[in-house]
């Protein structure tokens, strides 16, 4: 198979199952609540079967805990300039520092890497992400508690972060492979049965996530140009930023090769995180319409930059 049937048949699935979902959603095959019940499946059950199977997988190495260092300190430098440009760039967006950090990588990360580079090589961005996990229950879901309710409950957040499906499968899985039960796991009565079914499960989170993607594609031409305007600042700045760390750090430094470099430059070209509808004030819509413009119109743009590296690098 030469070069550009390899990068043809690899990203031109992504685009007609985001397209099927979009489709979907205009000939109102499916009702919003069904979707919304098939993204509970993806995110409680789909997606923390394929984290467990990558972390309890992976050869764990001292280097990953400088790459969570480095994106958990990425995002909240990303929050403070948010905050900081704020009063200047769009004054009157509450949502704005919001926008600036934070990626979408459970409904976005996982389905783009997995279907470009296989799915078996999702415990490379999975690593990248935990840095990123810890700043998004611990930090940036603090401040998004604060800007609704006015206060933060530590309690709360804590609850939140050990209740996730997806945090639990993450230290579940790293505790089972530094206690060196992975071929226990596999081989064993039952604990087979149930990685077998794990498996099962994994296997379609890429389909069925990128469905849900399209099936949310819409945009208000209300607004645009302030989400353009976020996207425009944001991307300015990750993209280079991205390509440098990892010529200076993840390959230079660290010498942790190309798995790593793509996991990382797909990251920090993700949109924001989808959560932060869910956490926003009541009686805002303005805001709300605006937020979600922007995460809208940041996945076409997201999906574009992306093609254009996997097109660069179709390899690992």
Partial sequence: ???????????????????????????????????????????????????????????????????????????????????????????????????????????????????????????????????????????????????RDGLSSSRQIAQAFFRSPVILAILSSLVLNLLGARDFLYQAPVAGAIIASLQHLSSFVIPLILIIVGYGIRLNRAGLRDAALVIGVRLALLIPLALIVNRVFIGGLLGLGAPFEAALFTLLVLPPPFIVPLYMKAGLPEERQYVNNVLTLYTVVSLAVFVVYFILNPTL
């Fill in 1 to 147: 198979m030469d070069q550009a049937t390899l990068i043809l048949n690899r990203v031109l699935p992504i685009f007609i199952l985001i397209g099927l979902g979009y489709l979907i959603r205009r000939r109102q095959f499916l009702p919003e609540s069904t979707v919304d019940d098939l993204r509970k499946i993806a995110v409680n059950l789909a997606l923390p079967s394929v984290l467990f199977l990558s972390f309890l997988q992976m050869e764990l190495q001292a280097g990953y805990l400088a790459i969570i260092l480095l994106v958990f300190l990425l995002c909240v430098a990303l929050f403070g300039l948010g905050r900081g440009l704020s009063r200047r760039v769009q004054p009157l967006r509450l949502y704005f520092p919001f926008m600036m950090t934070g990626f979408e990588y459970g409904m976005l990360g996982v389905s783009l890497f997995g279907s470009a580079y296989g799915l078996e090589n999702i415990g490379y961005i999975a690593v990248v992400d935990l840095g990123h996990e810890l700043f998004i229950w611990f930090v940036f879901l603090a401040f998004l508690l604060m800007l």
